[in-house]
C-alpha cells in the first residue's frame, strides 16, 4: 500500500447486493466474500480478462492473496437477465483452455460493482465448490459513510437509539491529494442535528464503505489529539451499536474527528 494519507476532519453535530437454475442464494454452498483491485487495468485489459487472471488477484479483507483449490477447474460466473429475470451460470476453464474471457468493464458512474463466482469441479451444484461473492474496485475512491446514535441509560443497563432531526452528507474532492494513479481523493464531512431535550450517555458508531478495501485502511483520532498519538477507531468504527458500552461516548452536543485513510 502507498504510505500517503490524507487528514481529514469531519464534524458531528449530535447530544447525537450454463444454464437455467434456482436463485444463487440458494445452493447449499461454502460462501466467501472477497475483493478483486483492478487500478491499474486499462479499458481494454477489463473487457477482456481471463478467468485465471481475475482468480490470481483475490484478496480477503486483510489484502491476503486468496488461495483457490488447486483441483478446481472451472468457474461459473452467475448472471441474471435485467428484462426477463431469468437466471444463468456461464461456465469458464481455469486454464483458459476455452478462449473465453470475461468483461469486467466499470459501470458508467460506480467505482466498484459485484459479481458472483462458484468455483470448484463437477458442475456447479458440487457442495463442495466455493461461492465467492467478489467486490470489484476500480480506480475511483467512493465511501458511503452511516451513523448510528445511541442513548444509555445512566445504571448501563439499556439503550436507546436517537433518530437525528436533519442529518446531512457531502462529498467531493481535494485536488491537491492524489492517489497512486494520480486521481483526486475523496473528502467527507457530515452533520447531525438532534431532537431537543436531554440525551444521557451518547454514544456514536460509525461505518464506511470505504473501509472495507482491502488496498485502503481507516484511522478514527480525536480533533484534540494533533499528534495522532491514540486511534479511537476500535471505539468508533464497525460497532454493534445494540450492545451495551458499544461505540464512541460522547462528553458533550458535538464531537470532532481526524480521519486518516491509507492507500
Not at 478467468?51 to 491476503?64: A, P, R
Request: charged share 20%.
Amino acid at each position: 500500500m502507498l504510505s500517503f494519507f490524507l487528514t481529514i476532519v469531519m464534524m458531528f453535530t449530535t447530544v447525537l447486493s450454463t444454464g437455467m437454475i434456482a436463485h444463487a442464494s440458494m445452493l447449499p454452498l461454502k460462501e466467501e466474500t472477497v475483493y478483486l483491485i483492478l487500478n491499474k487495468e486499462t479499458n481494454d485489459q477489463l473487457k477482456e480478462m481471463k478467468i485465471s487472471t481475475i482468480l490470481g488477484k483475490l484478496q480477503d479483507s486483510n489484502g491476503n492473496l486468496v488461495s483457490v483449490d488447486k483441483n478446481a477447474t472451472t468457474a461459473w460466473r452467475y448472471f441474471k437477465d435485467a428484462e426477463s429475470g431469468l437466471e444463468s451460470y456461464e461456465a469458464y476453464l481455469i486454464d483458459d483452455s476455452d478462449g473465453k474471457r470475461i468483461d469486467l468493464s466499470q459501470p458508467t458512474g460506480a467505482s466498484m460493482q459485484t459479481i458472483e463466482l462458484i468455483v470448484g469441479k463437477d458442475g456447479q451444484l458440487n457442495n463442495e465448490n466455493i461461492r465467492y461473492i467478489v467486490k470489484v474496485y476500480y480506480t475511483g475512491y467512493s465511501n458511503n459513510i452511516t451513523y448510528d446514535l445511541y442513548s444509555q441509560s445512566a445504571d448501563g443497563t439499556n439503550r436507546t437509539k436517537i433518530e437525528p432531526l436533519k442529518k446531512t452528507y457531502s462529498s467531493g474532492s481535494y485536488n491537491k491529494i492524489v492517489d497512486i494513479n494520480g486521481d483526486p481523493v475523496p473528502m467527507f464531512n457530515a452533520v447531525y442535528s438532534v431532537p431537543e431535550g436531554d440525551i444521557i450517555n451518547p454514544y456514536l458508531g460509525i461505518k464506511c464503505s470505504i473501509d472495507e478495501r482491502p488496498d485502503v485502511r481507516v484511522e478514527f483520532y480525536e480533533l484534540t489529539d494533533k499528534y495522532l498519538t491514540n486511534p479511537i477507531t476500535d471505539e468508533l468504527l464497525n460497532q454493534d451499536m445494540t450492545k451495551l458500552n458499544s461505540g464512541y461516548k460522547m462528553t458533550g452536543a458535538s464531537a470532532s474527528f481526524i480521519v486518516k485513510f491509507f492507500y
